[in-house]
């Protein structure tokens, strides 16, 4: 049994980072296994560099210690720009143009644009350009992104499902998210291919993580399956709520593991907070 704790450096930890954090240790120690330490600090425009010893010191602080040596997502991007090669090789991605806006104007325009748990979808405008135009448009410069065509994907996989141990085993649902972005115009991949490949080359054997990524998870067996990755089990634990029930940013500096701690509250007593 392999775990790992997965946070972004765009910030402090807060309670539920502390939740997850010890749901994932306690999970491997509960078997004897490992609990690693991923950054995935992709998005250079939110890491800021005091926030990977900010994230130590809190662990370390709360007694949640991690195995080895902590990977960075930026030292892994050779790897995940071969899985975005192979994925373009087996014709189940293509560029994108679109500008935020365009695409929003699209959405408007269109009569029920399909919906995703968090809002309307990517409504698939370059999906239909065709190889010549692509390659033009490439050619001569024009910015794109790379979007995951997700009937293509799921034609070529077939049927999928995933077992999580907390809701039992779900059937994949290739459009739950549509064609999301695989590769970002900006750092050329993107969250579901870093974590896609780092939990196969690191060998998690258990993904344990909230409830708001289940959805994530349809995208992330495409994934897997097309990139011939193995297929880990899953664990959505709940969230950590605030007193208004919405769930913890980043932003709400209040519950932040520093913030608790300045205000003389022990590990213990901050672990209590967030018991099942
Ligand atoms: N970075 C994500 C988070 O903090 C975790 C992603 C994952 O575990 O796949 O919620």
Not at 176 to 197: E, F, N, Q, W
Not at 209 to 219: N, Q
Request: glycine content about 8%; overall charge negative; some cysteine.
């Amino acid at each position: 049994m392999t775990t790992r704790f997965a946070p972004s450096p765009t910030g402090l930890l807060h309670l539920g980072h502390a939740y997850a954090a010890m749901f994932a240790r306690d999970l491997a120690h509960s078997q004897g296994g490992a609990f690693l330490l991923r950054y995935e600090d992709i998005d250079g425009t939110r890491v800021r560099d005091e926030y990977y010893l900010d994230i130590e010191r809190d662990l370390a602080w709360l007694g949640i210690q991690w195995d080895g040596t902590p990977l960075r997502q930026t030292d892994r991007l050779t790897d995940y720009a071969m899985a975005i090669n192979l994925l373009k090789a087996r014709g189940v991605v293509y560029p994108c143009f679109c500008t935020r806006r365009e695409i929003q104007e699209e959405i408007q325009a269109m009569d029920g644009a399909p919906q995703g748990p968090e809002g309307p979808l990517y409504p698939g405008t370059c999906r239909n350009l065709s190889p010549e135009q692509r390659q033009h448009r490439i050619d001569a410069g024009e910015p794109h992104c790379w979007r995951l065509d997700t009937m293509a994907a799921a034609e070529q996989t077939g049927p999928l499902s995933f077992t999580d141990r907390i809701q039992g085993k779900i059937d994949v649902d290739p459009s739950l998210l549509g064609d999301v972005i695989l590769a970002r115009k900006d750092i050329a991949t993107s969250y579901h291919i870093a974590v896609v490949v780092d939990d196969a080359m690191q060998e998690i054997s258990d993904v344990t993580r909230g409830e708001d990524l289940l959805a994530s998870t349809h995208v992330h067996r495409l994934l897997q399956e097309l990139l011939g990755l193995p297929e880990p089990i899953y664990h959505h634990h709940r969230l950590i709520l605030d007193a208004e029930g919405k769930r913890l940013a980043k932003r709400d500096k209040a519950l932040s593991i520093q913030t608790l701690r300045e205000r003389g509250a022990s590990p213990e007593e901050v672990l209590q907070m967030v018991q099942p």
